[in-house]
C-alpha cells in the first residue's frame, strides 16, 4: 500500500511539472510576440527599416518647353548716327533713338517691327566754317523698319545679323533757310544691314549692341554735287535693354 502511494505521488509531481513548464513557455511566447509588435508599429513610417517601406513614386517638376531665348521680345535704346559719302561733309553726326518688338519663334531665327529716330546738325558748306541752318536740331529724322534677324549661335551670348526694308521721314527745321541751301522735307526708303551681339540675363532681361548700314533709296532732303551711290548712306550704333517674354 505504501508503495503504491509513492508512486501515485512521484506521477502527480511528474505532471504538475510538465503543466508549470506549458505554462511558463506559453508566457514567454506571448511576451515575446507582444515585443516585437510593439517595436515594429510603435516607429514612425520615416523609422522604419527601408525594407518595411512601401515604394512612392514622387512626380519630377515638369521642365517648361520655352527657350530662354525664344519668344516675344520688346527693347528700346539709343546711341550715335551719322553719314557717308557726299552726305558725310553737309550733316553732322548725331543722336539717335529707338525702340522696337520682336519675335524669336526658334533660337536661330527672329523678326522684328521697330521705330528709329534721329536729331543732326546740318553743315551748310560743308567745311565746319558756316554754321548750321539755326539754334537747335537742324533735320529730324522719324523711321521705321522690318528686319529678319538671323543669330549664329543660340547660347547665352549671341552674334547675330540683320537685314530688311524701311522707310524715312525727314523734317528740316528753319526750313526757309534750308530751302536756301538746298535741304527740303522729304519721305524714301532704306535697306539696312547690320551685325549685333545679344546678351541673355536669365530668362527675361536682353542687352542688345547693333551696328547697321542703310542703304538709301535717295537723298533729295540734302544737297549732292554728283549721281548718289551705295556709298551715300548712313550709319547708326545703337545700344538697348529690353525683354524676353
Known amino acids: 500500500m505504501g508503495r503504491e502511494l509513492h ?6 509531481g511528474k505532471e504538475s511539472d510538465m503543466k508549470a513548464f506549458v505554462r511558463i513557455a506559453g508566457c514567454v511566447a506571448a511576451l515575446w510576440g507582444c515585443a516585437v509588435w510593439a517595436q515594429e508599429d510603435y516607429r514612425p513610417s520615416a523609422e522604419r527599416a527601408p525594407g518595411n517601406l512601401e515604394p512612392v513614386q514622387v512626380d519630377e517638376p515638369k521642365k517648361s518647353s520655352k527657350r530662354a531665348d525664344t519668344g516675344l521680345y520688346a527693347q528700346l535704346g539709343g546711341g550715335a548716327e ?30 522684328e517691327l521697330g521705330y528709329n529716330g534721329s536729331v543732326n546738325n546740318v553743315d551748310i558748306d560743308g567745311n565746319g ?19 529678319v534677324i538671323g543669330n549664329f549661335t543660340d547660347a547665352q551670348l549671341q552674334p547675330y545679323a540683320v537685314t530688311g526694308i524701311g522707310i524715312d521721314d525727314y523734317n528740316i527745321r528753319h526750313d526757309a533757310v534750308g530751302r536756301e541751301f538746298g535741304f527740303n522735307d522729304d519721305t524714301s526708303g532704306y535697306v539696312p544691314a547690320g551685325l549685333g551681339l545679344r546678351y541673355q540675363f536669365g530668362k527675361l ?35 538697348q535693354i529690353g525683354g524676353t517674354y
Open 82 to 111: 551719322g553719314y557717308t559719302g557726299q552726305l558725310a561733309p553737309r550733316l553732322d553726326a548725331g543722336f539717335t533713338y529707338g525702340g522696337a518688338i520682336g519675335y524669336r519663334p526658334l533660337g536661330f531665327l527672329g523678326v
Open 129 to 147: 566754317r558756316a554754321g548750321s541752318l539755326g539754334e537747335g536740331a537742324d533735320v529730324v529724322r522719324n523711321g521705321g523698319q522690318a528686319l
Open 205 to 239: 532681361i536682353t542687352a542688345d549692341a547693333r551696328v547697321s548700314y542703310n542703304f538709301l533709296f535717295d537723298q533729295d532732303f540734302a544737297p549732292t554735287s554728283a549721281t548718289p551711290n551705295a556709298l551715300d548712306g548712313r550709319y547708326m550704333g545703337m545700344l
Open 7 to 12: 508512486v501515485a505521488f512521484r506521477t502527480l
